[in-house]
């Protein structure tokens, strides 16, 4: 028997894959990417190295039905993909405005997921945003094309606290309209 917890979260359809809510399932799978240090340090929340619980602490929170972050999984099955094969969020700033964050797996850098995922959460606007945000890091120039690619606009410079680096680190900040 499977027991997960459902959420009343939006499935979202791309080609290649879906953009699905987690399953305590995906314990597994983001713990082994979440934990590699690339991945930690291009995030301001994900600690390096990893400490237990926390990413089942990760999936509660995102399947709490009072979460303020709608977290999905991108799953790649239907093209015979691994069943996560990174992450992508929406962060509420306001109720017109979320921040979006999203990380994918090593193994799968550049092959375009992440701009493919960012291009239907935006299509699809599940939490209809008449705007979203983004932070960049400003030594993830990869990130910062996936952002500018979809429409984003630079808007200025800041810096936030990385908890795996133990540090501020410098951003470019972008926001995207959305035409309603």
């Known amino acids: 028997m499977k027991i997960d917890t459902i959420t009343n979260q939006q499935i979202i359809e ?5 953009l699905r809510p987690l399953r305590l399932s995906d314990r597994g799978l983001i713990r082994l990417y979440a934990g590699d240090k690339r991945i930690a ?3 301001a929340s994900v600690p390096h190295p990893l400490p237990p619980g926390v990413t089942a602490d990760f999936i509660k929170r995102a399947q709490s039905k009072d979460h303020n972050e709608d977290v999905w999984a991108i799953d790649g099955t239907k093209a015979d993909m691994q ?5 992508i969020s929406l962060d509420r700033v306001t109720d017109k405005q979320s921040e979006v964050g999203y990380w994918i797996a090593p193994a799968f850098w550049g092959t375009g997921l992440a701009s493919e995922a960012l291009a239907a959460l935006i299509e699809a606007n599940p939490l209809n ?6 932070r960049v890091f400003q030594d993830n120039p990869a990130s910062a094309k996936v952002i500018s690619s979809a429409g984003f606009q630079l ?9 795996s680096r133990k ?3 410098e951003t470019w900040d972008y926001v995207l309209q959305i035409n309603s």
């Open 14 to 18: 791309a080609e290649r894959f879906d």
């Open 41 to 43: 340090f291009n995030t």
């Open 83 to 87: 069943e996560l094969l990174g992450l």
């Open 129 to 134: 945003n008449s705007s979203f945000v983004a």
């Open 155 to 163: 808007v200025g410079e800041s810096e936030t606290f990385s908890v």
């Open 167 to 169: 540090a501020l680190v």
